[in-house]
């Protein structure tokens, strides 16, 4: 059940159904007492889908939602900063970013930040 009502909400936040996907999230999802992971999942299908949409300036608070259930998430943080990005928050960007360049390499993910051919990607903490 709980799988469904995250693909309706991915399908809805894909389309630019943003008041759709939060209602089903609302009204369908949070009922069924889901734990934080499936919550934060659900709100970060809205940010990202939302923002890949067109609607970044609609989704920022979708965004906070995920990552406040799931801070140490980084695929979570990765969504975030590519909507602040968007809405030019730059320097909270740069601070989802830099979390998930710390996060990526512990989680098996390595290979994204590097691209063929080139250097690793590092953290400047002085930026």
């Given at each position: 059940m709980v799988q469904?009502?995250?693909?309706?909400?991915?399908?809805?936040?894909?389309?630019g159904d943003?008041?759709?996907?939060?209602?089903?999230?609302?009204?369908?999802?949070?009922?069924?007492g889901p734990d934080d992971r499936q919550r934060a999942q659900a709100?970060?299908?809205?940010?990202?889908?939302?923002?890949?949409?067109?609607?970044?300036?609609?989704?920022?608070c979708a965004c906070d939602h995920a990552?406040?259930?799931?801070?140490?998430d980084g695929g979570f943080r990765d969504s975030r900063g590519i909507t602040r990005t968007i809405t030019g928050h730059f320097l909270e960007a740069i601070e989802?970013?830099?979390?998930f360049v710390t996060w990526v390499p512990s989680h098996g993910q390595g290979?994204?930040?590097k691209r063929?051919?080139?250097?690793?990607l590092s953290v400047n903490p002085q930026i």
């Open positions: 469904a009502l995250l693909d309706t909400v991915r399908a809805s936040a894909r389309a943003i008041d759709d996907a939060t209602a089903v999230i609302n009204t369908d999802l949070l009922p069924l709100w970060n299908l809205v940010c990202w889908q939302g923002t890949l949409a067109g609607k970044a300036e609609m989704v920022g990552v406040a259930l799931a801070p140490d989802d970013f830099r979390a290979n994204l930040l063929p051919g080139s250097h690793t």
